[in-house]
C-alpha cells in the first residue's frame, strides 16, 4: 500500500516538473510584439546643415558620456562600443547570477537619416538564448531612449537620430556610418525659422 502511494507521489512530482519546464520553453521561445517606427522627414528648407566628420574613439565617448549622463544606464549598466560593429555590452540576471552579455550589429544608415543596427551575432554567458528573447529583455529591463526602437522579432534596433532632442532643436542626421574604415559623418540640422 505504501508502495502505490510513493509511486503515485513520484508520478506527480515528474509530471510537475515536465510542465514546469515546458513553460519555461515555452515563455523563453515566445517572442513579444515589435514596437515599430515611424520614420521622420525634416524639412530641410527650414534649417542650416553643418557637416561633421569623427572617428570611433571620439564617438565612443559621446555615446557612452550621454547614457551616464541622461541616467540611461537605470539598475541594470549597459555600454556602447563601437568597433568593426555597434557592440553593447550589459549583464542579464538570472536567478542571483549576473551573467555578462554581448550584442552585436550592423550599423546600417538609411537615407532619412537614421540608423538601422541589425543583430549580427549575441553571446550570453555560456547560455544559447534565441535573439528575440534576449532583444525583448533588452527593450523590457533596459532604459533606452524613446528614439530607439528594439524590435526583437525582426532581430534589429531602429535608431531614429531625427527625433533625439538636443538644445536648440537641432536636429541630427547620419551621411556615412562605415565602423570598419572608421569613415562617421553626421549632419547638424539648426533651425531657422
Excluded: C
Amino acid at each position: 500500500m505504501k508502495e502505490q502511494k510513493w509511486k503515485k507521489l513520484f508520478f506527480l512530482l515528474l509530471a510537475i516538473n515536465i510542465i514546469v519546464i515546458a513553460v519555461l520553453v515555452v515563455i523563453v521561445k515566445t517572442p513579444g510584439e515589435d514596437d515599430y517606427y515611424s520614420p521622420q522627414n525634416i524639412d530641410l528648407n527650414e534649417h542650416v546643415p553643418f557637416r561633421i566628420q569623427t572617428d570611433k574613439a571620439d564617438l565612443n565617448q559621446v555615446i557612452n558620456h550621454y547614457l551616464d549622463k541622461e541616467g540611461l544606464t537605470g539598475p541594470i549598466d549597459y555600454r556602447i562600443n563601437l568597433d568593426k560593429e555597434v557592440e553593447l555590452y550589459g549583464t542579464v540576471p538570472v536567478f542571483s547570477q549576473e551573467i555578462q552579455m554581448k550584442l552585436a550589429f550592423e550599423p546600417i544608415a538609411l537615407d532619412n537619416g537614421d540608423i538601422l543596427l541589425q543583430q549580427k551575432s549575441i553571446s550570453v554567458g555560456q547560455l544559447q538564448l534565441p535573439v528575440s528573447y534576449v532583444l525583448k529583455f533588452v527593450r523590457d529591463k533596459y532604459k533606452v531612449p524613446n528614439w530607439v526602437t528594439i524590435q526583437p522579432n525582426e532581430e534589429r534596433i531602429y535608431v531614429s537620430l531625427q527625433k533625439m532632442k538636443l538644445k536648440s532643436d537641432i536636429h541630427v542626421k547620419v551621411d556615412e556610418f562605415d565602423l570598419k574604415n572608421d569613415d562617421i559623418r553626421f549632419t547638424l540640422l539648426v533651425p531657422i525659422k
